[in-house]
């Protein structure tokens, strides 16, 4: 079965520090992958998606930065944080490449920058 | 582009009556995926539903059903026999294209009352 891990669940960081959260799926290949950040009680933005290895669309401008090394692995970064980081942050994925595809979510990691 | 809206930022209900969870919709592509999700305290994000907008019914999944109407650009949830473990947050969300990427609404917090 097809399963998505994230990881750090919470993360507490002084602003100006570096930022390395992880995403690996696996049970499947060739996944589109995405990353969206949620402010409190409010709805989930769409930082970064890919469609393949090394393929990164962005689709704010911001801080923040996405890699993805491997078929099943996708990692977002900062160099230095801000405290508009502060967010609760979700990896997902998606197979068949179209609008009819559901997202399956990780399960986040909650970011505070201090 | 694509724009979601939730009106109501609060919903409550009663245990095992039927409540309904409001979503417009606007965008100019014919070919879209309007979906549902739900969102408990603990974070992760639920999928419950998926409507396709050349469907010509109606989608439902057990106790959730999608009251689709393509002309006012609607696509409200509907929850039948409310339980306690449905208190959470849901978040409408639509797809076009074919990278996957999603437009998320704002969210509607749903408290069940016993």
Redesign the interface.
């Known amino acids: 079965s097809q399963t998505i891990h994230q990881w750090p669940a919470t993360l507490v960081q002084p602003v100006g520090s570096p930022l390395s959260l992880e995403c690996t799926v696996e049970g499947t290949s060739n996944p589109n992958l995405y990353w969206y950040r949620q402010a409190a009680g409010r709805g989930l933005q769409l930082l970064f998606y890919s469609v393949g290895i090394g393929q990164i669309s962005s689709e704010v401008p911001q801080n923040l930065s996405a890699s993805r090394p491997q078929d099943r692995q996708f990692i977002l970064s900062s160099k230095k944080l801000l405290l508009s980081d502060s967010g609760f942050y979700l990896c997902a994925w998606v197979t068949g490449s179209s609008y009819n595809s559901p997202l399956h979510f990780g399960n986040g990691t909650r970011l505070t920058v201090t | 582009a694509q724009k979601?809206t939730?009106t109501q930022p609060g919903m409550f209900v009663q245990e095992k009556e039927a409540v309904t969870l409001d979503c417009t919709y606007d965008t100019s592509d014919p070919?879209?995926?309007l979906?549902w999700?739900k969102q408990p305290s603990?974070?992760?994000?639920i999928?419950l539903i998926?409507q396709?907008s050349y469907d010509q019914q109606n989608a439902t999944e057990g106790r959730y059903s999608l009251n689709f109407q393509k002309a006012r650009k609607s696509a409200n949830l509907v929850i039948s026999a409310s339980q306690l473990g449905d208190s959470a947050m849901y978040?409408c969300?639509m797809?076009?294209?074919?990278?996957?990427?999603?437009?998320?609404?704002?969210?509607t917090t749903l408290t069940v009352k016993p």
């Not at chain 2, 603990?42 to 994000?45: A, K, L, N, R, V």
């Open positions: 979601i939730q070919s879209y995926g979906f999700y603990s974070g992760e994000m999928f998926y396709g978040f969300a797809s076009v294209g074919n990278a996957g990427k999603s437009t998320f609404g704002d969210g």
